[in-house]
């Protein structure tokens, strides 16, 4: 079982599916494997180079689901909902027009149930193109992914409180929440509602992370830019760089 770290800039990655391989692989931990919904495709994707793919599920009725892995939804419920400090990062292409799959509320992923509410929701924002998150009530836009592009969104949750969400490398919007992960429903990719997977995506999604801990602003910007957060050593040689840069500069002076 995964403990939370419940400290800032102490993120650790706990899964993810990048589709490269056209598949619902988890790299980091195949335990928790995706299960298609319907039918689900890949498609090339170069957000990070050639030869990339991403999950297409622009095909009525598919999604992604995570929970369904060998040895049951029970211990992916133990495993994710006890985390009061994580972080979700994940890259979304949808079209403007989502109506010709379901309805106006298209989801993009989800641990949580928007008509009840509870847990985490991130799906559009009725008869407009921005995204929006829903975490047990509290709901915040913030930006337009519904534009047939490739947009990055990030949403951490610091000690069930202190949310902040990302949208394409700009500045933090942050919210206090009373946050409460919902046992009895899975994780899913590409649909708001679990129940029946009503209001299904259009579009692609890629490079799913999550996280636990919180990313904070330089890394989110590492994922949007490079998709990979430098290891702790790799921070302490940027920085020594940084400042025997800055001596030569002085030198010079």
Known sequence: MLGATGSINAATLISEWNFDSGNLVNSVDTTFNGT???TVGYASSTLF?????ALDISAASSAMRVGNSAIGDTDYDSTFDDLTSFSVSFWVMADADQAVIDDAWAGIANKGNPDTPSGWVIRKKSNDNNARVEINGVKTSIGNSFDAAWHHIVMTVDNSTDVSYYFDNG???TNTV???AIATLPMVFGAHR???FRSLLNGQLDEIKIYSGVLDATEVSNLYTTNAIPEPGSYALLAGLAGMAFVMARRRI
């Open 36 to 38: 298609g919904v319907g």
């Open 49 to 53: 180079g050639a030869g990339g793919q």
């Open 178 to 180: 009373t946050y409460s």
């Open 171 to 173: 500045a933090a919007i």
């Open 194 to 196: 679990d129940d029946g």
